[in-house]
C-alpha cells in the first residue's frame, strides 16, 4: 500500500499559496515555505518501508483540475491520502479531500495541521466524507494508521487519530511527542529525491534556499504563537549538534548551488550550549566557508553567542519584537522587555549579523497610541529588515480565544484571506478597526523602507555581499506597489 501525501491546491490564479508559514497566504514577497511537516511525516514513513507519493501544488502553482490529474496518474495501490490543511483555506482542503474521497472511495483521507488539530469536530462536521484527523505532531501517527489499514488492524489502536467509526466520531488518546528527533530522516534528502528545491523561495534569505527544523516546540509562552499551542508544545526537542551539521554537510554535497539554511524552529537559539556546539561543529567541518544561514532568535541571546554563531555562517537572525509598548508585551506573555530588545539589537550590529524584526499590531490593549510606539521603536532601532502586520488569531491559540470570547473576530475562516490570497484583518477592536490596523501597517511599511538612509544602508550591504543585493533587489521589486502610493 502506498502513501499519498497532498499539500493541496488553493488560490492558484494569484500565486503561491504559502500553507505552512506561520500566517499562510499568498505573501507579498512571494514566498513559499517548504511543507517541512508534511515532507518529515512522509520522509520518516518512506524510511519506516511503505512507498509514497508526494504532490506540493501550491509550489507548481498547478489548480485543481491539474492536481488531480496528476493524482489520476500516480494513484495505483494508494490507500491513504494525508492532505495538509491551513486556517484560511481549510473550506477548500476539505472539499478537495472530499472530492478525493468521491472518486477513490476505497482509501482512507486524513487531514493534518494545525487548524484540524484545534477544531476537530467542527472540521469532520464540515467534511462528511473525510474519513479522519491526525491530530498534533503526527510522522509516527501517519506510519501507525497507515501499518493498521494495511494490515486491517482496528484504529483504536493508533495513538493521534480522530475518525469515523459507525456514524460517530472516535477520538483516540494523544500521541507521545516525538523525543528522538534524530529517527526522523533530513528535510534535505526527501527535497532532493522529491521536490524540486527552486520552486521555494525565502524573502530573507540568498536564493536558492533549504529549510529544515533542528528541533521541535518552544519554551515561551507567547499567546498567538500557533505551533506550539496547537502541534508540537512548549518542550523544546532537540536534534543533535551532530545530526544538525550532518544534514548541513548533505545539502553542501548534493545541492552545489543552495547558498542558505533556514532554521524554522520557532526559537533556535533558547538552547545556548547546543547552538555553540552546532557552530563548533560547522567550523570544524569548513562547512561555515560553504554555506550560509538564518534563524528565529528570541531576544534574550547575548553577544558571545551571536559572535559565534556569526563566525559559523549565520548570516541573519529574526527576532519577535511584537511591539513597542511594554503593557503590550506583558499582556501577550512574551517575557521580554524593551531593554532587552535594544541591547539585542545592538549586540547582533556589534557581532555583523543582520535582523528582520517582525512586528505585530492588533494584540490586548492596542491603541492608535500604542501602534506608533511600535512604529517608533522600529525606526529607533533601525534593522537590517522588518514587516509590521496585523495579530490574525489562529483557532487553538490563546489570542484567539481572547478574541473570539470577546466577540473582537468579525469573519469567519474564508476570510483570513483576501479574495486575492494576501493577508486579511478579521479583527475589529475596541476603538480600534480592521481597515485602521491594515492602514497602519502599510504606512508603518512604507516609512520604513522609504527612508534615504535605509537605501544607503541596503546599497552599502549589497557592496558588501552582492548576493544581498540581489535579493534586496527581487524584494523591492515583489512589494514596490505596496510601498510607493499611486
Not at 495538509?84 to 472530499?98: A, L, Q, V
Not at 532568535?297 to 549565520?314: F, H, I, P, S
Not at 552599502?460 to 499611486?486: C, E, N, Q, T, W
Amino acid at each position: 500500500m502506498k502513501i499519498f501525501f497532498v499539500n493541496p491546491p488553493f488560490k492558484a490564479e494569484y500565486g503561491k499559496f504559502s500553507r505552512e508559514s506561520r500566517s499562510p497566504a499568498v505573501t507579498r514577497s512571494g514566498a513559499l515555505y517548504y511543507p517541512l511537516w508534511l515532507i518529515y511525516a512522509a520522509a520518516y514513513c518512506e524510511k519506516k518501508g511503505f512507498a509514497i507519493e508526494f504532490l506540493d501544488a501550491p509550489a507548481k502553482q498547478w489548480n485543481e483540475q491539474q492536481s488531480l490529474n496528476y493524482i489520476t496518474q500516480n494513484i495505483e495501490d494508494i490507500g491513504l491520502f494525508v492532505l495538509d490543511t491551513s486556517t484560511p483555506s481549510i473550506s477548500n482542503d476539505i472539499k478537495f479531500g472530499e472530492k478525493l474521497k468521491k472518486k477513490y472511495p476505497e482509501t482512507f483521507v486524513l487531514l493534518v495541521g494545525t487548524h484540524p488539530s484545534a477544531t476537530v469536530e467542527e472540521t469532520l462536521s464540515k467534511g462528511p466524507l473525510i474519513d479522519g484527523i491526525a491530530r498534533k505532531e503526527y510522522d509516527y501517527t501517519v506510519y501507525y494508521l497507515a501499518k493498521a489499514l494495511e494490515t486491517g488492524a482496528d484504529l483504536s489502536s493508533v495513538k493521534g487519530i480522530s475518525y469515523r467509526r459507525n456514524g460517530e466520531i472516535v477520538h483516540n488518546p494523544d500521541a507521545e511527542y516525538i523525543e528522538d528527533l534524530d529517527t526522523i530522516p533530513y528535510a534535505a534528502e526527501f527535497i532532493h529525491k522529491h521536490l524540486d528545491y527552486k520552486d521555494y523561495f525565502f524573502a530573507a534569505a540568498h536564493y536558492p534556499e533549504i529549510q529544515i527544523f533542528t528541533g521541535r516546540g518552544c519554551p515561551s509562552r507567547c499567546n498567538f504563537c500557533v505551533y506550539p499551542q496547537t502541534m508540537h508544545g512548549h518542550k523544546y526537542r532537540l536534534r543533535t549538534p551532530e545530526n544538525v551539521v550532518g544534514e548541513f554537510e548533505y545539502i553542501a554535497k548534493h545541492f552545489p548551488d543552495v547558498k542558505e539554511v533556514v532554521i524554522e524552529d520557532d526559537t533556535f537559539t533558547a538552547n545556548k550550549k547546543r547552538v555553540l556546539d552546532i557552530c563548533r561543529l560547522l567550523i570544524e567541518k569548513k562547512l561555515n566557508k560553504r554555506l550560509k544561514w538564518l534563524c528565529n532568535a528570541r531576544v534574550n541571546l547575548n553577544l558571545e553567542t551571536m559572535q559565534e554563531m556569526k563566525k559559523a555562517g549565520c548570516r541573519l537572525i529574526i527576532p519577535g519584537i511584537e511591539s513597542g509598548n511594554q503593557q503590550i508585551l506583558n499582556n501577550i506573555k512574551k517575557g521580554t522587555t524593551l531593554e532587552q530588545i535594544e541591547r539585542y539589537v545592538k549586540n547582533a550590529k556589534k557581532a555583523g549579523l543582520l535582523i528582520h524584526a517582525c512586528y505585530m499590531v492588533g494584540n490586548k490593549g492596542e491603541t492608535k497610541e500604542t501602534m506608533e510606539n511600535t512604529l517608533k521603536l522600529a525606526l529607533k532601532l533601525n534593522t537590517d529588515t522588518a514587516q509590521f502586520f496585523p495579530l490574525i488569531p489562529y483557532p487553538g491559540t490563546e489570542a484567539y480565544e481572547w478574541a473570539k470570547e470577546n466577540g473582537y473576530i468579525k469573519a469567519g475562516y474564508d476570510h483570513y484571506c483576501k479574495e486575492d490570497g494576501t493577508h486579511n484583518c478579521v479583527l475589529e477592536l475596541p476603538g480600534l478597526s480592521s481597515q485602521e490596523m491594515v492602514d497602519f501597517c502599510d504606512e508603518a511599511r512604507r516609512k520604513y523602507y522609504m527612508r534615504p538612509g535605509y537605501f544607503v544602508h541596503r546599497l552599502a550591504v549589497g557592496l558588501r555581499d552582492p548576493a544581498d543585493l540581489k535579493r534586496s533587489l527581487k524584494a523591492f521589486g515583489r512589494l514596490r506597489k505596496y510601498l510607493i502610493r499611486r
